[in-house]
């Protein structure tokens, strides 16, 4: 199969959407493909002690339909713990097989690096999407079954990482806000109800501080990481 442009690796439902969702829906009116990788189901994800965990997590991946609303290709759910994310060879190994299966331009994920204040699941994610690019999904000599398996070695040429505290990228999302905002709102169990207005007001002042000093009104930030090897 064709490579796809943009490949995002998202901790839990929902991180997508504040991280990225602007970028992604103004690729796909561009012509890009995007596809998504949700690494666990979020099952923790909540303050109310009456909701069990597997219904959660059926909410919660129901909810990632706000992908289609960006016009995401496919969305493949991996299904690992919430809260439970290691740095490990199987994850990792995940990883590389979504990689060399979808053949991405760019990856997009967490930063790992940022200071303090992080959920631990998108520290992990970020340094295991990093290491999976890095030199794994490139050697073929990593994983032999996966060679085996028909899926070749790939060369990822981009990294976009949200949530940094080191942006060197930034994008004009300007005219896809209103589609972000409406991704956004698919996560009900998260978002939704009384909670949203806050919610907008804090997504919309982090998208204007994103274009400050910039000819555009509203963006998203990114640290980006060019591969040339």
Not at 61 to 86: C, H, K, M, P, W
Not at 87 to 109: G, L, Y
Not at 180 to 191: F, G, I, N, W
Request: hydrophobic content about 40%; glycine content about 6%.
């Amino acid at each position: 199969m064709a490579g796809v442009d943009l490949m995002v690796v998202t901790p839990h439902p929902d991180d997508a959407e504040f991280g990225i969702a602007g970028t992604v829906a103004r690729l796909v009116r561009e012509g890009k493909t995007v596809v998504y990788v949700v690494c666990t189901s979020g099952e923790k994800g909540t303050g109310d002690r009456a909701v069990k965990p597997q219904e959660l997590a059926k909410r919660r991946e129901q909810e990632q339909a706000a992908a289609a609303i960006l016009g995401v290709r496919e969305v493949v759910f991996l299904r690992y713990e919430d809260q439970g994310l290691e740095d490990s060879a199987p994850f990792r190994k995940e990883i590389v097989r979504c990689i060399r299966t979808f053949r991405p331009h760019t990856v997009a994920t967490t930063d790992p690096y940022r200071r303090y204040i992080w959920h631990r699941d998108h520290r992990i994610t970020g340094r295991v999407v990093l290491d999976a690019v890095f030199p794994y999904a490139r050697d073929h000599l990593s994983y032999p079954d996966l060679l085996e398996a028909g899926l070749e070695p790939h060369k990822v040429r981009e990294l976009l990482f949200w949530g940094t505290d080191e942006p060197n990228y930034r994008v004009d999302i300007t005219a896809t806000f209103a589609l972000k905002l409406q991704a956004l709102r698919c996560h009900e169990s998260q978002v939704g109800g009384h909670r949203f207005a806050a919610v907008e007001e804090w997504v919309r002042e982090r998208a204007r501080a994103a274009a400050a000093g910039v000819d555009f009104e509203l963006g998203e930030m990114f640290h980006r990481e060019e591969i040339r090897w």
